[in-house]
């Protein structure tokens, strides 16, 4: 499975951003953040067929994670960003479901990551 995140970039408080993420393969697919000295951390993530989605507390109603299976594509729709959200911003894949989808163990593969970057 190969991953390619874009879409990241500087952004007003306030802005939107949409990342974007090319899949190959029948996936679970998750965006985990990453900020300077913190840990990575969950976000999202949503099933092959996207009837089990869900969000981290910390960005339900401003983010949304939806996927285009005939692009092979996931993304993560950011509203409403503020300065807190910037982060490297991580899609993570893995082949099955697992119930431990806020997991960073869950994933066994991974994209390169994208600057978010949020400015007050």
């Known amino acids: 499975v190969q991953l390619q995140a874009s879409g990241g970039g500087l952004v007003q408080a306030g802005g939107s951003l949409r990342l974007s993420c090319a899949a190959s393969g029948r996936t679970f697919m998750g965006w985990f953040r990453q900020a300077p000295g913190k840990e990575r951390e969950f976000v999202a993530a949503?099933?092959?067929?996207?009837?089990?989605?869900h969000v981290a507390d910390s960005v339900k109603g401003r983010f949304t994670i939806s996927r285009d299976n005939a692009k092979n594509t996931v993304y993560l729709q950011m509203n409403n960003l503020k300065p807190e959200d910037t982060a490297v911003y991580y899609c993570a894949a893995d082949l099955g479901y697992s119930g431990a989808y806020y997991s960073t163990g869950s994933y066994r593969y991974w994209g390169q990551g994208t600057l978010v970057t949020v400015s007050s």
């Open positions: 949503i099933s092959w067929g996207g009837f089990n989605q």
